[in-house]
Structures are given as structure tokens and as C-alpha cells.
């Protein structure tokens, strides 16, 4: 986030848990540790992510605290793997990005971090909320219709490798350097 929400000065232990291997995807979470609203989280923000949240981990089958953070690392696997270059261009990428690391089953952790809210930090304002919160139960729908196998789609079935052109292919998915996560 280039806003300063996020202190970056709390990489190294959003990253500790991936160089650690216990999982693929670190979400840093505002609600972890319970002082989102200390941190300036707007109420209406904060219901409607415990709400969200809740109902998203029931689908998925597994318990979160903040399913729409900003602040997340991933490993290279992950970025290889799942075919993000099908999903949305706006907010609503990082919930499908977490849909699809559930659907091809790797590990998503999250960690505490402080929620830090000020004028300069957040212009997401109540309707952007809003639409971001119906499209991310659209693709909690598809999830679980994915999951159900009662639908079959592209996002959750292709891989990165299917959906980039040729042109990029071979540079894309050269051998990693050892020692890069």
C-alpha cells in the first residue's frame, strides 16, 4: 500500500512465516491482536469486514480474522501457480486472489498487524465498500460452486502457465534462483 497504512517496517515477520515454509500467503491482519477500531478503523468498515470475513470462512472451511487486508505476501509458487492475470482490476483481485490460493489448496496464514487509519491513508469511502463487499461474495459464490463442482471455471481450474501468452512464457517460467521465495 503506498498510502502508509501498513508500516513496512513489519516485512521481515510478514515474510518470516513464507522463507519458514509453514505456508504460501500471509494476510496481515487488523483484527488479529483486537484493536482495529484503536487504529482508526471506521465502524461501518469494521462490521461489514468481521461480517464478510465470517461468512468467507465458512465456505473456504477454515478460520480468518481479516480476509480484506492490503497487506500480504506471496510465495513464488503461489504467483506461478494460480491464474491472477484472469482476475478483476480493481479491489475485488485481492479476494479472488485468495480464493484461488484455497482452490489449488496452498496455505494461507495470517499475522497481526496494527490498523492505522488517517485521511491519507484510506480513500476507500462507503460505496466503493460496498461494491467491493457484493463482488467479493460473487467470488465467494464461485468458490464454492468451484468447491461443489457444480460449476467449472476458468479462475480456479487453469493454471498461470495456460492463461499467459507465449510471448512471456519461457521468461516467466524460467528456473528460480536459488535461494528466492
Known sequence: HP???????LLPSMIAPLTEGSCDMVLGSRIMGGRAREGGMP?????????????????????????HTGFRAYRRGLLETVPFLLNSNDFVFD?????????????????????????EASSVGFWVSLRYGVKT???????FLHRLGLARLRQFNLRLRDVVSQRYHDELFKEPVQGRV
Open 43 to 67: 465502524l461501518y468498515k469494521y462490521v461489514f469486514n468481521r461480517m464478510l470475513t465470517m461468512l468467507q470462512g465458512l465456505v473456504y472451511r477454515q478460520r480468518f480474522t481479516d480476509l
Open 3 to 9: 498510502d502508509y497504512q501498513y508500516d513496512s517496517r
Open 95 to 119: 479476494s479472488e486472489m485468495i480464493a484461488q490460493a484455497l482452490a489449488y489448496h496452498f496455505r494461507v496464514r495470517e499475522v497481526p498487524v496494527p490498523a492505522r487509519y488517517f485521511p
Open 137 to 143: 461474495l460473487g467470488v465467494t459464490g464461485k468458490y
